[in-house]
């Protein structure tokens, strides 16, 4: 694990504009950089990076974030992988933090497995190209199946010979640990001692999605009693079969340019499209789909085509798993391929441009397609048929993210037509499975919750009034936090040594926020600042907490542009740091307590009018006066006439 201290010598080090510009072009634009967005196509600059505030905004996409986040989204790399690349761009030495030992073993295991790979890839390709067995069994076959020289040594195929232990030998005597070959699966133990694991095999190593080989799959070439067609390298520290999708390095870019993902089964699809031209293609081995291999693709596109050469029993048994793919958002396609065809024979037999042409026009929706198979196995039997709607139902209940409403009730409309039943009641079933779905996680979430604690149901007028306050009071307490970002440090006034912070501080000390997420903005800028250090916007955009970070740089996101005429024009106009940060605080605040204050006051109101107990009312009455002189106080301030 990378230490605090290492984390925080790359944070001061970062440029946004620095590290954004190794992949955008950029030109200046009054205080900010303009380029092409690198995350959608365009032809008119509309990516903004702010140096000052170091983040950067698609004003066409919408996307936005720091310099880390831009390498995370970019480059597709994990949090720690972004600093790893930071720190080489600038030179950092990392130290890593005192671990437990058994993390550290496990890193250490993982480093050394890494460099284990690495050196058998490049054996076992020495023995396909330079060696005369390996040219004349495994060279010839690969041709034979139509794979170029190109391809196989894009993909970094090898061959192991068909010897007890030629690779194992290689292996000790270039110092390789015998516990980690073992662990790597590339050797096993015998009787007579160690011996290689994949013999007269064609090698397909595995690479993760950035480009690290992490296992290996092994093909037989001619077919022996009791022997599997294929072996993998069993799990390790990274060997995750259910993380992995063979082929992700090199589909990748495909992916997001097309913004569609095939799925195959084997290595040979893979390889044989990825030949032709059709390079958007990925293979899960075989195995039904794992929560981590689609959010894995979900990295790159949410279009999902899956191409099937499988009969109807194979096929039905891959569709259990798919209705993960709805609930992580993902669009599932599926194609069957004609018949006695699998993705490798097919393109080979028609090219490119015939087998894209047959993909799209035999694309089929994964509900749409489920519903008519089990329709077909159900026949006139109704309690099957009963079933298939409840499953189908329950499919659809997936579907349950705000923005794709309009797709869930396309979703009914047709499968009720297919299921010949009625839209209404079908309807019903799919909220019936999200309430169930969303009591269950209420339960999990809250299981101190009381039977008896039941919220009352409020009328709709009750709740869009009191949505409109809530939206109404975010405004205001956002406004606060970005004026303590952008000012907190500056001092209130000229030759004053009471800074924006302590100002803001003082003047809410008996208020509190609505939005938890602005709170806990407010609450660690104050924690770092009574304790003496100097929080500032890089602090905060940069911190570790992707949800804080998101929130802060919303914050701070330039809403508009400002052309270079304009900017030139205002330049001398402009009031200094401290009279716009004094200027800022004071709306901020006097915003902020008057919509508490008007809150208050609703409320005081409300449980006046309902209170029978004549010292009660007193009580409230002397409240809501003192509510008013103070709310009195802050429109002065302001200069704001309350009507109300």
């Known amino acids: 694990m990378i230490s605090q201290e290492t984390v925080q010598r790359i944070i001061n080090s970062i440029n946004v504009l620095e590290v954004v510009g190794d992949f955008v072009q950029l030109k200046r634009r009054g205080a900010n950089y303009l380029g092409l967005c690198p995350f959608h196509g365009e032809k008119t600059p509309s990516f903004t990076v702010s140096p000052s505030k170091e983040i950067y905004k698609c004003f066409g996409c919408g996307k936005s974030g720091n310099s880390i986040s831009f390498l995370m989204e970019h480059e597709k790399l994990g949090y720690a992988e972004a600093l790893r690349w930071l720190a080489k761009k600038y030179n950092i030495e990392i130290q890593e933090t005192e671990v437990d030992p058994e993390y550290k073993e496990r890193q250490q295991t993982a480093d050394s497995l890494y460099i284990i790979n690495q050196y058998a890839q490049k054996y076992f390709a020495e023995q396909l190209w330079e060696n005369e067995m390996g040219q004349a069994v495994a060279y010839s076959y690969l041709q034979q199946r139509g794979f170029t020289d190109e391809t196989m040594r894009k993909f970094g195929l090898g061959y192991c010979l068909n010897e007890r232990d030629a690779f194992t030998k290689d292996a000790l005597h270039n110092q390789y640990n015998k516990e980690l070959l073992l662990k790597t699966g590339l050797v096993s133990q015998r009787d007579y001692g160690l011996q290689d694991n994949y013999r007269d095999r064609i090698i397909f190593p595995i690479h993760n999605h ?23 390298t069993p799990e390790n520290e990274l060997y995750v079969k259910s993380k992995i999708l063979y082929g992700i390095y090199f589909a990748r870019q495909a992916i997001e340019k097309r913004d569609e993902c095939l799925l195959v089964e084997g290595y040979t699809d893979v390889i044989s499209l990825n030949q032709a031209g059709v390079e958007n293609v990925v293979a899960s081995g075989g195995t039904s789909l794992t929560p981590d291999q689609l959010r894995l693709i979900k990295r790159y596109t949410k279009h999902l085509t899956i191409l099937y050469d499988g009969d109807a029993a194979g096929i039905k048994a891959a569709l259990r798993g798919l209705d993960l793919a709805l609930a992580e958002g993902l669009y599932v396609r599926l194609v069957l391929l004609p018949n006695g065809e699998d993705p490798d024979s097919y393109v080979q037999k028609v090219g490119k441009d015939e087998f894209n042409e047959y993909i799209n026009n035999n694309k089929k929706d994964f509900i749409l397609f489920q519903t008519e198979l089990a329709l077909k196995e159900a026949g006139n039997d109704s309690q099957k048929r009963s079933e298939v709607v409840n499953r189908i139902a329950e499919s659809i209940s997936k579907i349950d993210k705000a923005e794709d409403f309009s797709r869930q009730q396309d979703y009914i409309r047709q499968s009720a037509s297919l299921l010949k039943v009625d839209e209404e009641g079908l309807i019903n079933l799919v909220n019936k499975y999200i309430r169930e779905k969303l009591q269950k996680e209420q339960r999990k979430n809250l299981p101190d919750q009381s039977p008896l604690q039941e919220a009352e149901t409020m009328p709709d007028e009750v709740v869009d009034a009191n949505l409109a306050l809530l939206l109404t009071n975010e405004l205001q307490e956002r406004a606060v936090v970005k004026s303590l970002l952008l000012y907190g440090l500056l001092p209130l006034q000229e030759e004053s040594e009471e800074t924006v912070a302590q100002f803001i501080f003082n003047s809410l000390e008996n208020f509190h926020f609505d939005n938890t997420e602005l709170e806990k903005v407010y609450l660690l800028y104050k924690s770092w600042y ?3 250090l100097e929080p500032t ?3 905060f955009v940069y911190y570790p907490d992707e949800a804080l970070n998101r929130l802060v740089i919303s914050l701070l996101e330039f809403p508009y ?14 009031m200094s740091d401290i009279e716009q940060s004094r200027k800022d605080a004071n709306l901020s605040v006097s915003y902020f307590k008057l919509r ?14 309902h209170e029978k107990d004549p010292l009660v009312q007193q009580q409230l009455i002397e409240l809501h006066i003192e509510l008013k002189k103070f709310e009195r106080e802050i429109t002065s301030v302001l200069g704001t006439v309350i009507l109300k």
């Open 210 to 232: 950035i480009g690290k080989i992490i296992g290996f799959g092994a093909r037989l070439i001619k077919n022996r009693d009791n022997a599997p067609k294929y072996i993998n």
């Open 530 to 532: 009574d304790a003496g």
């Open 537 to 539: 916007e890089k602090s």
């Open 561 to 574: 542009e400002i052309s270079p005429k304009w900017e030139e024009m205002i330049q001398s106009r402009r």
């Open 596 to 609: 508490k204050l008007k809150q208050m006051l609703e409320q005081n109101q409300q449980e006046l009018e």
